[in-house]
Nanobody
């Protein structure tokens, strides 16, 4: 069974940093485009960042550009999201996602596999 396991969430003050990790189990995801989504209470799940392959092009939602960095370590089969200068509006459950076939996971309909989510809370 394929699983995406996230870690690294927590509580941080505004301006602080967190690094999320996503470690797939059951198969290697080196050929998948991978990404991150988030969902705040009462809101729809939204795209945050995506990467097609290690050291390849990266894509970001406008509000996180310049603050968040998505990266992949192929040797560890792990996806990361480095989040700097966090803001209270970044508070949400963050989900790791693997794209369907060759699709870049920038919309929920393009996602083949989801992680269980990790809570990020930014206090003001």
């Amino acid at each position: 069974q394929v699983q995406l396991v996230e870690s690294g969430g927590g509580l941080v003050q505004a301006g602080g940093s967190l690094r999320l990790s996503c470690a797939p189990s059951g198969r290697t995801f080196s050929s998948y485009a991978m990404g991150w989504f988030r969902q705040a209470p009462g809101k729809e799940r939204e795209f945050v960042a995506a990467s097609r392959w290690t050291n390849g092009p990266t894509y970001y939602e406008d509000s996180v550009k310049g603050r968040f960095t998505i990266s992949r370590d192929s040797a560890k089969n792990t996806l990361y999201l480095q989040m700097n200068n966090l803001k209270p509006e970044d508070t949400a459950v963050y989900y790791c996602a693997a794209g369907q076939n060759t699709l870049l996971p920038t919309t929920p309909t393009a996602v083949a596999y989801w992680g269980q989510g990790t809570q990020v809370t930014v206090s003001s």
